[in-house]
């Protein structure tokens, strides 16, 4: 059995989807020209790349461990009539114990990608100790003093909670309930706000409505279509990248890899197309009033259309890097992230950013205003969260209890300016390994009280 270049870069492709790396895989994609292949992406299961990666450690597991192979593909017909990607491993590769008697499959041992490559016998190297993940549970006295002050020397009052999939929560199959009607990856999907309605996005250019009930029944999807549009570049896919909804559920906006922005009703027809991204979108939001939309993109811009007549309010040019997220602030002001490691505050009118947030050693991947739009969270590739105020320039809180790269958050609607104002404002994070034995992930939150402003 043999793999192509295509069908390699394809997996590597598919495992930067999986594991969250969105616009790195949007980069090697159109660089590999995956797009252009003839692989179905539907019959590629999850974690493939994982999965050859672990068949060939297995194998080289045996290989490498001193004493004799009981068995192989050259002198085992009944094992070579098997493609290496579909073969047993029982069949594969076994050994023996001294007496002849076969060594069970769980006492093989378990090599890391270095060493697989490595010379050595297992014998030879150093052992190493398993470390088992925990949940815990922090709290400010036990964080580092320096993580719990700001540029200023103030005393942070924050607790952190952190959870792991040993805190994971089982559901009876009963109460989950699986939407299957996507061709391809679903990438994003958001509830609308009368609650019964949930949008998706997926790589096979399409957006799903589903109306749900109560008790988790679904009829068919709506499906929305993203055809070609003219004047928007064909070079790209449509994959469906992100979606919201406006604030009283009646109109959907949805982004897409060839760089347009598409307004759909609540029932699924198209309503119109916005066409000014030369790459693809990331990013978009409604304004609370309804009257305009944000984009951001991999042109590194940002884009304030005017809903009524589809045209562009005005365009902001701030960013060095793609613009990776976007969020209003109010109804003429919003924040913009950008792998260039910045946050810049935007505002109508304006020809420069009223504010620049400075602080983060690596790309900024969401940004999310609190109820009472005075607190911006961000999150980023240098495993930490930060809170900004517009009262100062530098970070109010720095959060990096994480240990790898933080996608996405969310506040609680709690707290000032919510319709909870007695809750505790919380703030949750997002953290997602994929490991050999399949998705890990990682999430905490954050009780924010007592902020000195």
């Known amino acids: 059995m043999s793999i192509t270049s295509d069908e390699v870069n394809f997996l590597i492709y598919r495992y930067l989807l ?48 001193e004493g004799p192979l009981f068995a192989s593909w050259p002198l085992y017909p009944q094992v070579s009539e098997y493609p ?23 006492d093989i041992p378990h090599l890391s990608l270095v060493d697989a490559v490595m010379h050595a016998p297992l014998s030879t190297r150093p052992s190493k100790t398993k470390m088992e993940s925990t949940a ?19 005393p942070m009052d924050v607790e952190r909670h952190m959870s792991s999939a040993a805190a994971a929560v089982d559901f009876h199959p009963s109460k989950v309930s699986i939407l299957q009607g996507h ?30 009930t109560q008790d988790g029944s679904h009829d068919q999807p709506i499906v929305l279509p993203h055809e070609p549009v003219g004047g928007a570049s064909q070079e790209f896919s449509r994959d469906v990248t992100t979606v919201h909804w406006n604030l009283d559920g009646t109109l959907l906006a949805t982004g897409s ?19 000014h991204h030369t790459g693809p979108i990331f990013a978009l939001k409604w304004n609370a009033k309804g009257n305009y939309i944000v984009t951001g993109g991999v042109d590194k811009t940002a884009v304030v259309w005017d809903v009524q007549s589809g045209e562009v ?46 602080g983060h050693k690596n790309g900024v991947n969401a940004i999310k205003w609190d109820p009472s739009a005075t ?63 399949g998705n890990y992930v990682q999430a905490s939150h954050f009780i924010v009280g007592g902020v000195v402003l």
């Open 18 to 65: 999986e594991s969250g790396f969105q616009h790195t895989a949007f980069t090697f994609g159109l660089e590999s020209h995956v797009h252009q292949t003839s692989i179905n992406g539907t019959l590629v299961p999850p974690g493939a790349l994982i999965t050859v990666m672990q068949k060939g450690l297995q194998v080289w597991s045996c290989i490498m461990s």
């Open 84 to 106: 290496l990607s579909l073969m047993p491993l029982s069949l594969a590769i076994r050994k023996q114990n001294t007496d002849g008697s076969l060594l069970d499959e769980k």
């Open 136 to 154: 815990s549970l922090q709290t400010a006295s036990d964080v580092p003093e320096d993580t719990r002050k700001n540029d200023g020397g103030e």
């Open 183 to 212: 061709q391809s990856e679903v990438f994003t999907c958001a509830w609308s706000p009368t609650g019964d309605t949930l949008v998706s996005g997926s790589g096979d250019s399409t957006a799903c409505l589903w109306k749900l």
């Open 257 to 275: 890899y060839d760089g347009v922005a598409r307004l759909w009703t609540s029932e699924g027809e198209l309503k119109t197309s916005l066409v």
């Open 313 to 358: 309010k005005q365009q902001f040019s701030h960013h060095k890097a793609p613009t990776l997220d976007v969020d209003w602030q109010n109804n003429s002001s919003f924040a913009s992230c950008s792998t260039d490691k910045l946050i810049h505050v935007c505002r109508l009118g304006a020809d420069r950013p009223i504010r620049t947030f400075q």
């Open 375 to 437: 607190l911006l969270a961000s999150c980023s590739d240098d495993h930490t969260a930060k809170i900004w105020s517009m009262k100062q320039e530098s970070w109010l809180h720095n959060l990096h209890e994480h240990s790898g790269d933080i996608y996405t958050l969310q506040w609680s609607p709690t707290g000032p300016g919510s319709s909870n104002p007695s809750a505790n404002l919380m703030l949750a994070t997002y953290v997602m390994f994929l490991t050999t034995n």
